[in-house]
């Protein structure tokens, strides 16, 4: 028998290799993890929690608004990009200090470097060093992607946003997706005047399309300046900025230009394709439902292998695949009817089929509720809150259910219980309403807006 230095090497500090690492540690694996830059990876570092933590700072110019229409003495004085950032940073360093700890406490050994696949069972370190183990997970996450187009060099992307010394006076965000449309409305919130390009006719692709129109229009009246079916051909540096010209030849300046435009996975220099391990035309790394790759000793788990790009989907396929090979527990992690949540202003939450893919898919009812809630209109807001459930007509199961408004990501976690046990709508009628609430729209719907 051949003795390997560990039972697993991971390579890549993310959700998912973090999760893999810690659990196939405590299932008794001997293991050791590589991470080349900060332990959190994408969701804790560059991503989703400085991500959150601006969408915080951003909405309390509405508040401070809403508190003076409540009857308070309130008013908003500026923001101060510095104070604020220097606490994000010391939160990102609580963070990943307590993913060390985990790490720690569960025994793995980390490595602070750079580490790459030498042979199925042999990763390569920085120093020249090699360590072998009897599995190999690769969860080396993805990477953004910026078009190659003259003047590509001066934009920034969402890796960048979050280390900025100060914030620009106007920002030009192209893009259509998540990324794009999050940070429109942060910085939106934060007083930046924010121009969006978006390549096709409306944002938020493969999302519901009543929802995207929602959220398009209200981002609109929330002050960013949308352009859809635009494109940007050119950059160029000027004397006051960035000069861009986009496809109908129009030419405007901004402080700054920030691209969206989708992630990569992470693959490149790793070694995978010199020993044998099979890519997709993308690039991510081909996977069977245990995650393991056609290579019997590697796996790969994560945005990497591009099956859901989300934090929690990482975590439940790193924890599966450990469970698997090390807790003798053969797990595959489910990727139908994830909730998920966009984080635009307002909110989106969003679980199973959008009206377009069920109507393909056989005769539906569509229930929608458009309102304006009793919070923000006693404050004097127009803008209307949307809840939408689509319905099989011959199931009565809830096949959708979308939501756009405050709370929509915490309301849409507990409506996607719901929606995984197969509820119908006659399950969701006779749940009595919680008063007053938005949510209790979700169960006082009584008449189809359209059957299709
Ligand atoms: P997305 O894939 O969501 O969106 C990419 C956008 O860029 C689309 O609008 C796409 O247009 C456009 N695009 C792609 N290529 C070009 C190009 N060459 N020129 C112009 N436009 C282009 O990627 P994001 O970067 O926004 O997000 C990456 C991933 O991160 C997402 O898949 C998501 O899973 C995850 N994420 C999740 C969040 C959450 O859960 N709240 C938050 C942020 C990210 P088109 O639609 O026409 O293809």
């Known amino acids: 028998m051949t003795a390997f230095d560990y039972d697993l090497f991971v390579i890549g500090g993310g959700s998912g290799g973090v999760r893999a690492g810690r659990i196939a540690a405590e299932h008794g694996a001997k293991v050791a993890l590589a991470e080349e830059y900060r332990m959190g990876g994408t969701c804790v570092i560059r991503g989703c929690v400085p991500k959150k933590l601006m969408v915080y700072a951003s909405e309390y110019p509405d508040q401070v608004r809403d508190a003076a229409a409540y009857g308070w003495e309130a008013t908003l004085g500026a923001f101060d990009w510095g104070r604020f950032h220097g606490k994000l940073e010391a939160e990102l360093d609580r963070l990943e200090a307590a993913y060390r700890r985990n790490l720690d ?145 129009s030419i405007a300046q901004y402080d700054a230009v920030m691209y969206a435009t989708g992630r990569h996975p992470n693959t490149a220099g790793l070694g995978l394709e010199e020993i044998g391990v099979t890519l997709r035309e993308n690039g991510a790394i081909a996977v069977d439902e245990y995650s393991q790759t056609n290579i019997p000793s590697v796996f790969a788990v994560g945005d990497v292998t591009d099956r859901v790009n989300l934090t929690p989907v990482a975590i439940r396929e790193g924890h599966a695949f450990a469970d698997t090979v090390f807790g003798g527990t053969p797990r595959k992690a489910e990727h139908d009817l994830i909730p998920s949540a966009v984080f635009t202003q307002p909110e989106m939450g969003t679980v199973g089929l959008t009206e377009e893919a069920a109507r393909a898919q056989g005769p539906i009812e569509v229930y929608v509720a458009a309102f304006r809630p009793m919070q923000p209109m006693f404050a004097g807001h127009a803008e209307k809150v949307l809840m939408k459930l689509v319905v099989c007509a011959d199931t009565r199961r809830v096949l959708g259910v979308h939501l756009v408004g405050d709370h929509a990501g915490e309301m849409i976690q507990m409506v996607g219980i719901a929606v995984r046990m197969g509820a119908t709508k006659e399950d969701f009628d006779r749940t009595v309403a919680v008063h007053p609430t938005m949510a209790e729209e979700l169960v006082t719907m009584k008449t189809p807006v359209r059957t299709a």
């Not at 003047?151 to 979050?162: A, H, K, R």
């Open 105 to 249: 406490r569960a025994g793995v050994k980390v490595f602070d470097t750079r580490a790459t696949l030498a042979d199925p069972h042999s990763v390569k370190l920085a120093d020249g060093s090699t360590k072998t183990a009897k599995h190999i997970l690769i969860a080396t996450g993805g990477w953004p992607f910026v078009p190659d187009f003259p003047g590509s060099d001066l934009v920034i992307t969402s890796n960048e946003i979050f280390k900025l010394d100060a914030l620009p006076k106007s920002i030009l965000i192209v893009g259509g997706g998540y990324i794009a449309c999050e940070f429109s409305c942060i910085l939106n919130g934060l007083g930046v005047d924010v121009t969006q390009f978006y390549r096709g006719p409306q944002i938020l692709r493969g999302f519901d399309d009543e929802a995207r129109d929602h959220i398009a229009d209200a981002m609109r009246a929330r002050g960013v300046t949308l352009h859809t079916d635009t494109v940007l051909r050119k950059l160029e540096r000027g004397p006051d900025g960035i000069k861009a010209t986009s496809g109908d030849g």
